[in-house]
């Protein structure tokens, strides 16, 4: 099993920044692709990002492409979502998610294992 635990979120003004921190237990984190997903107040959750294990592919929503960044250190079990150039349209509660899998890289249900997830608000 693999727990995740998001943290970094907070309340910031558009055109800020946040790093959101997904911290992962479990020795077999290393090896699974790591997802950023996103739900905004009456909107289904949304895919935003996604790295896979050696850190060799990471992908994006058009919507985040060139102001968000996902990265991470497998020597400490985290992965990270830099989120510059904030605006209030990616207020939202953002969720971690990780899979073994290949494929189904946007589509929530093929992630096992998801934490509960951190709230970003921007302001106008």
């Known amino acids: 099993q693999v727990q995740l635990v998001e943290s970094g979120g907070g309340l910031v003004q558009a055109g800020g920044s946040l790093r959101l921190s997904c911290a992962a237990s479990?020795?077999?984190?290393?090896?699974?692709?790591v997802g950023w997903f996103r739900q905004a107040p009456g909107k289904e959750r949304e895919f935003v990002s996604n790295i896979d294990w050696r850190a060799d592919s990471a992908l994006y929503d058009d919507s985040v492409k060139g102001r968000f960044t996902i990265s991470r250190d497998n020597a400490k079990n985290t992965v990270y979502l830099q989120m510059n150039s904030l605006k209030p349209e990616d207020t939202a509660v953002y969720y971690c998610?990780?899979?073994?899998?290949?494929?189904?890289?946007?589509?929530?249900?093929?992630?096992?294992?998801w934490g509960q997830g951190t709230q970003v608000t921007v302001s106008s």
């Open positions: 479990g020795r077999t984190f290393s090896r699974l692709s």
């Open positions: 998610a990780a899979k073994g899998g290949p494929g189904g890289i946007y589509t929530e249900t093929t992630y096992d294992f």
